[in-house]
């Protein structure tokens, strides 16, 4: 106990000398917390925003629908098997939809689209369809009208009020035809949607293909995307072998391969980070032993064991290390929470190329406790295999050279 307590003095003997030692370990604590919100923050908002576009986090599908997406391929919607994938408690919402192409023809000007039936109101929960919405207005359930991406209607040269006609192939090789009025312009930001698709109300596109009461998909929203595979492979079980439950990234594993690679890159970023986060600490420790040389040598002329003074150095290093992890970590929660609030945003030509990939032109902080304390663990464990160094430094001590000036 004495031994604490003489630590505890020790360190404040020369408050300067403590304080920058603290203050290396406070500023390491607070960079490696920051940066790895940042990476878990731009990754979890990268897949949010893939993921509103027009995937949502779970997809179900008839077995053998995603190897052949054609209406063939669809299946009977009911309200007891929406009543079943809500069971699950991790399961926020539903929305069915029936996806199939067709020509979209105005005047002379023709162009292929996928035209996707939907319920207006489920979707936007998911989705967030309505605040895309650029000229006109948004679908109501009882609507007979279609709304239109951006960039197929600059195609047409259409825009809302404006009528188009479809013209495709129907459930069981029915013929698809109809005439429809534009209520409302949507914006994508991925080129690929923003290009190609047409909404309109589940009910009207049933009646277009000739599909009474079939849909291709329902389509899933999560409370806690962290448990996405379990909750899938729950569903799954729940659903039986008729049905196929895929998640986000086996629909788009160019995504998931693109967050994985710059993951692996984040990994050496954060290892430089870290060998910086040793040289600074470091650079405190030898000051210290620099400082304290005579110090040492005096105590140990005058019977210390090498030992005890060992035990000595090592609870200062556990006591400066860890209270300069922990203010690290108190420090580093506001700043967190404030960027992850309010996120760095990039403007010019980058914003732009961001956007025209669907991707918000921000970078946002994750706010997952498990950032705090595993961050604030690695610079401790880092703090205290360096503090190793001083007690090196005392096994090798020579009393009489320590303490010539």
């Not at 919607?77 to 023809?105: C, G, H, M, W, Y």
């Not at 290009?195 to 309109?200: G, L, N």
């Not at 293909?209 to 492979?233: E, F, H």
């Not at 090798?396 to 010539?404: C, E, F, G, I, S």
Request: glycine share 8%.
């Amino acid at each position: 106990m004495w031994l604490i307590k003489m630590a505890w003095k020790n360190m404040w003997r020369n408050r300067t000398r403590t304080g920058i030692t603290m203050a290396a370990i406070f500023f390491a604590v607070i960079l490696s917390v920051i940066a790895s919100s940042l990476k878990d923050g731009i990754f979890d908002n990268l897949v949010k925003n893939v993921v509103s576009f027009y995937s949502g986090y779970v997809q179900v599908h008839k077995q053998g629908y995603w190897d052949e997406q054609i209406l063939d391929n669809s299946f009977g919607s009911s309200a007891a098997t929406e009543q079943n994938i809500l069971q699950d408690k991790n399961i926020t919402a539903v929305t069915p939809r029936l996806e199939s192409f067709a020509l979209v023809s105005s005047e002379e000007i023709t162009r292929g689209a996928l035209v996707v039936g939907i319920d207006p109101g489920k979707e936007d929960q998911i989705t967030s369809l309505k605040s895309k919405l650029v000229q006109g207005s948004y679908l109501k359930d009882a609507d007979t009208a279609v709304l239109l991406a951006q960039g197929i209607s600059e195609r047409l040269k259409l825009k809302a009020g404006d009528t188009l006609v479809l013209i495709g192939q129907g459930y069981h090789g029915a013929t698809a035809a109809g005439k429809y009025r534009i209520s409302g312009i949507v914006k994508f930001g991925s080129p690929e949607l923003n290009d190609k698709v047409v909404f309109m109300p589940l009910p009207v596109a049933q009646d277009l293909y000739s599909a009474y009461g079939m849909v291709t998909s329902y389509i899933l929203s999560l409370r806690n995307t962290k448990t996405l595979q379990p909750t899938a492979s729950a569903l799954q079980s729940s659903l039986g072998n008729e049905y196929e439950v895929m998640t986000w990234d086996e629909i788009m594993p160019e995504i998931k391969q693109h967050i994985q690679t710059d993951s692996n890159n984040m990994k050496y970023v954060q290892g430089i980070l870290y060998i910086l986060i040793c040289f600074g600490i470091f650079g405190t420790l030898l000051m210290m032993m620099v400082e304290r040389k005579t110090e040492m040598g005096m105590l140990v002329a005058i019977g210390m064991k090498k030992s005890k003074l060992i035990v000595l150095l090592l609870i200062e290093s556990v006591l400066t290390v860890l209270t300069g992890c922990i203010l690290g970590i108190a420090a580093s929660i506001p700043l967190v929470f404030l960027l992850n609030r309010h996120p760095l945003k990039i403007g010019g030509e980058a914003a732009k190329a961001y956007e025209r990939f669907g991707f918000e032109a921000i970078f946002p902080t994750s706010t997952e406790a498990s950032n705090f304390i595993y961050q604030g663990l690695v610079v401790l464990v880092i703090g205290l295999i360096l503090s190793l160094y001083p007690m090196y430094k005392v096994i090798r001590l020579d009393p009489v050279t320590a303490m010539k000036r």
